[in-house]
């Protein structure tokens, strides 16, 4: 995966961070389900280093949708982190309902820049 990162263009590494995000729910709601805390805090946390990345690179003065990203980020930031410290698989499936969606969209957002359609 170095080598992707390296070569990818900004979209893509959004999509990669997207995409590495929703694994890593589902990863933790299956740690969490088995009774593996250790995993699911590793996951968790891993999460919520990638929301805080996504959080931090937001350019909420040049998109009119930034700022409610922004506080949709926070949100899920705090409960990643509540769900890791409850054990809560609940929530981590509800960050996990927010972020796929999010993900296909920026996915799609991606291919039509690259296909030269935005």
Do not use: F
Not at 7 to 15: E, K, R
């Amino acid at each position: 995966m170095g080598d992707s990162v390296a070569t990818a263009s900004p979209q893509q590494l959004l999509v990669m961070l997207y995409d590495r995000l929703a694994l890593d729910l589902e990863r933790a709601g299956t740690a969490l389900a088995a009774g593996d805390r250790e995993t699911a805090n590793e996951q968790l946390q891993h999460a919520q280093e990638i929301v805080i990345e996504l959080r931090s690179s937001l350019r909420v003065d040049v998109w009119e949708g930034g700022p409610r990203l922004a506080a949709l980020y926070g949100w899920l930031i705090t409960e990643l982190v509540q769900a890791n410290v409850k054990g809560d698989r609940n929530r981590v499936e509800s960050c996990l309902r927010v972020v796929e969606p999010l993900r296909d969209a920026w996915r799609q957002a991606a291919a039509s820049l690259a296909a030269g359609t935005a």
